[in-house]
């Protein structure tokens, strides 16, 4: 790989590092303000609301700039909303314009890839970046959760600038503080990114245009018989890993009766294993064999199930290092095979906003349901029980439906897997 690989990996590790430390910060300053437990998977809702109403439009921004521009530019809009919470803005609605420049940046993170490396090398690229992310996953919520322990924040409060009132006066707002430079460090990287020499494609006339435009891109994923398998395990997965975030701290709180800032390094333990699988399957899955590893995704939720039954801590490490290994070594290859295909059907931009204008509808739907049962007073067991039965499940019916597939449509399967099997070339 190039330097200029390099730079795109640590401009998306520092950009995600606070993306996760932020949320961690968000939580604890709903909790600060006395908010209910249910309405705290509501930022994630927040957040993600933007994915889902600008769709059509950020993919066709992420292909009319070059992407380092684009990743700067959501960058600057997430500091943007960082000062929004420290200004005293509503935690929900500052975290959505977060979420704006969260939506923006994605394009361009993924699209790049498409543009920069060859398809012989999405596969490992989908590793690195699947890896670096599940790392800035992993410290950015035992940043966030170190920032707001009493220790440190202590310390943060402490310092003042002479003749200057911060009114920084919570270990939330000490944290977000913090991160406010990492979303800088981050932003400085992306002017480093490289240009692709890839031909930029003009916006529509029309904004209808561009939505008329998107959903025809949506449409043509979906009747793809390979793109519909890997867009659905992936909007699948994104849904059941946003609301497995929330489980993890609430179940955490039950079974071990840990604060907050503990519970955030077990979050960091799942993103270890999903690491660990993301390298793994990066080494050992080829692009054309990627739909082979969809077993894994129901295997992943009957281990899910074995939480409840858990209540030490020693049981709990190895159960989610397996648990998150299971789920990077299954998302890894369907995400590089649907960005060979979206790429070969409507362009890297565009094709990565349909993938994220369902993976984030499934976000919405799934978070929802989890608040819901959690305001209804069910017991997180019995979410616990609820969410693994439908992670295995629904990944039951995908196979299914690919098994389906490669039987009615065998001439077309494997013409599209020869295509990919070609790319390895």
């Avoid at 039954?309 to 299971?326: E, K, N, Y």
Wanted: proline share 4%; glycine share 8%.
């Amino acid at each position: 790989m190039s330097l200029g690989f390099y730079i795109i990996m640590a401009a998306q590790f520092f950009s995600s590092l606070a993306d996760n430390a932020l949320l961690v910060a968000a939580i604890a300053m709903l909790i600060q303000s006395d908010a209910p437990g249910w309405l705290t998977p509501y930022l994630k809702f927040f957040f993600v609301v933007s994915y889902v109403l600008l769709a059509p439009w950020v993919g066709a921004f992420a292909d009319r700039l070059p992407k380092g521009h684009v990743m700067f530019v959501s960058n600057t809009i997430k500091i943007a909303g960082c000062l929004m919470l420290l200004f005293g803005v509503s935690p929900l609605a500052a975290y959505a314009v977060v979420g704006l420049g969260a939506a923006a940046y994605s394009p361009a993170k993924y699209g790049i890839l498409t543009e920069y490396l060859p398809p012989s090398k999405l596969v490992i690229a989908n590793g690195w970046i699947e890896g670096l992310t599940v790392s800035s996953i992993i410290l950015g919520t035992m940043l966030g959760g170190l920032l707001i322990s009493a220790r440190v924040s202590g310390q943060l409060l402490g310092f003042d600038l002479p003749h200057f009132d911060t009114a920084i006066d919570t270990p939330a707002e000490a944290g977000i503080s913090v991160i406010v430079f990492v979303y800088a460090a981050a932003a400085l990287f992306n002017l480093y990114v490289p240009r692709t020499g890839v031909a930029l494609k003009p916006l529509p006339s029309y904004p209808l245009d561009t939505l008329r435009d998107f959903v025809q891109c949506n449409r043509r994923l979906w009747t793809d018989k390979l793109g519909q398998i890997s867009l659905a395990v992936t909007t699948l997965f994104w849904g059941a890993g946003a609301t497995l975030q929330f489980i993890v701290i609430e179940w955490a709180r039950a079974a071990l009766d840990y604060n907050l800032s503990k519970a955030t390094i077990l979050q960091g333990v799942v993103a270890l294993g999903i690491a660990l699988g993301a390298v793994l399957a990066s080494l050992r899955v080829s692009l054309d064999r990627a739909a082979s590893v969809i077993p894994l995704g129901i295997g992943m939720g009957l281990v899910v199930l074995v939480m409840v039954f858990v209540r030490d801590l020693r049981i709990a490490i190895p159960l989610f290092v397996a648990m998150g290994g299971m789920a990077g070594y299954f998302v890894v290859p369907m995400n590089a095979l649907l960005q060979h295909r979206g790429h070969n059907l409507m362009g890297a931009g565009r094709s990565i906003a349909v993938q994220n204008f369902n993976e984030n509808i499934s976000i919405l739907v799934m978070i929802a349901i989890y608040s819901a049962l959690l305001a209804s007073g069910m017991s997180i067991y019995t979410v616990i029980v609820l969410f693994g039965l439908f992670m295995s499940g629904t990944m039951t019916l995908v196979l299914f439906w690919y098994l389906r597939n490669r039987r009615v449509h065998r001439e077309e399967i494997e013409a599209l897997l020869e295509f990919a099997r070609s790319a390895k070339h």
